[in-house]
């Protein structure tokens, strides 16, 4: 079991208040008003020991940064094309998309990930 530190419990908080997904850098960012003397090495690694313990999740989006959040809960996103930020999409999980598609090619499939591309409402205004 590994121990709570203080930058830990901060990267958690700030994930579980923000609906943003954050990239380890802007995490680094945000919490450095906080914790002035946390390096961005310290980050990295409490992401990681985050990730292994299950609070936390790495969104591997096609062509960006690696961004994380604490919504464990299977969901999709929308990611804009123009600002680049990402959203969660208020969708039920086609749960039945990986048996079909494990059934058509014969593959094991344990998760599937979706992500929506488009423009985002406030890049639609411009």
Do not use: W
């Not at 990267?11 to 802007?26: C, E, K, N, V």
């Not at 914790?35 to 960006?64: A, C, H, Q, W």
């Amino acid at each position: 079991m590994k121990r709570h530190t203080r930058q830990r419990e901060a990267i958690l908080r700030f994930l579980r208040g923000t609906f943003t997904h954050p990239t380890a850098d802007q995490i680094y960012e945000e919490l450095r008003r906080e914790l002035p003397n946390i390096s961005k090495g310290t980050v990295y690694r409490n992401l990681k020991v985050l990730k292994e313990m299950d609070l936390v999740t790495e969104l591997n989006l096609n062509g960006t940064v690696n961004r994380f959040e604490a919504k464990l809960q299977d969901h999709y996103h929308f990611r804009c094309q123009h600002c680049g930020r990402v959203f969660d999409v208020d969708l039920p999980v086609d749960r039945d998309l990986a048996h079909r598609a494990s059934a058509r090619t014969g593959f094991k499939i344990f998760h599937h990930q979706l992500e929506f591309r488009g423009l985002c409402h406030e890049c639609q205004r411009k």
